[in-house]
């Protein structure tokens, strides 16, 4: 089967198929005029499933009902067509080695929805299913993952995912606090030495304060000679 490009697989543009309803081969060309002499059938026809337990089901179950594939067989439109939404009772596959499969697939398909059938469906089922005593119930099959349909394109790292990301950078470490000034004499932080009165000065032995060293004001130097609590007070 050859498929279009760019379709993830989901179409198919030409091939053959084996009909599971006749048992003959279709040479497939898509095309308006041949797309449909092969259909998607539901073996178990959704007017069919409604009829018998469907509009119970809530709109994602129904949904979900529509769209399994062991609900779903490509075979001939022209048998398709035929079939329309009959059960078993109405409507067999022409190809009589084909009823078995097709009758345990609807038994598979009712059972996994809760659907019913009617007296005249099950005496149809048991009367085919009576030629095949060894027929077993078909497991449910899923859609094959994208990444295994070769015709699928592949994802591609976008540069953003590819980039290594940067090791974050160290925080830096906090500064340490600013060293307390040692205490001055005269109890003056910092470089600057201060005295209210002579009196500390001579206290702390500094007396008599000169002109431009630490601690001298000129309102200690009460003569103005430059020379600030040279006596005792």
């Known amino acids: 089967m050859a498929v279009r490009p760019g379709t993830h697989g989901c179409k198919a543009a030409s091939g053959s198929l084996l009909s599971a309803y006749t048992g003959t081969t279709v040479a497939f060309v898509a095309g308006r005029d041949t797309s449909s002499?092969?259909?998607?059938?539901?073996?178990?026809?959704?007017?069919d499933a409604w009829?018998?337990?469907?509009?119970?089901?809530?709109?994602?179950?129904?949904?979900?009902?529509?769209?399994?594939?062991?609900?779903?067989?490509?075979?001939?439109?022209?048998?398709?067509?035929?079939?329309?939404?009959?059960?078993?009772?109405?409507?067999?596959?022409?190809?009589?080695?084909?009823?078995?499969?097709?009758v345990a697939t609807q038994i598979a398909v009712k059972q996994r929805y809760e659907l019913w059938v009617t007296d005249g469906e099950k005496q149809a089922m048991v009367r085919v299913l009576d030629g095949c005593p060894d027929q077993r119930l078909p497991e449910a099959r899923s859609w094959p993952a994208p990444e295994d349909d070769p015709a699928a394109p592949q994802p591609v790292e976008t540069p953003a995912a590819a980039t290594v990301p940067a090791a974050p950078e160290a925080p830096a470490a906090p500064a340490a606090p600013p060293a307390a000034a040692p205490e001055q004499p005269g109890g003056a932080p910092?470089?600057?030495?201060?005295?209210?009165?002579?009196?500390?000065?001579?206290?702390?032995a500094m007396a008599p304060l000169h002109a431009?060293?630490?601690?001298?004001?000129?309102?200690?130097?009460?003569?103005?000679?430059?020379?600030?609590?040279?006596?005792k007070p």
């Open 37 to 47: 002499e092969v259909q998607i059938d539901h073996v178990v026809a959704l007017s």
């Open 190 to 204: 910092g470089g600057q030495v201060y005295f209210s009165r002579c009196a500390e000065a001579l206290a702390a």
């Open 51 to 102: 009829q018998k337990g469907a509009q119970q089901l809530d709109a994602a179950r129904r949904t979900e009902l529509a769209n399994d594939p062991l609900n779903l067989l490509a075979v001939d439109g022209p048998s398709n067509n035929q079939k329309s939404d009959g059960d078993a009772a109405t409507w067999l596959p022409p190809a009589t080695g084909e009823r078995c499969e097709y």
């Open 212 to 231: 431009g060293s630490p601690g001298y004001r000129p309102a200690l130097d009460r003569d103005g000679d430059g020379v600030a609590c040279e006596a």
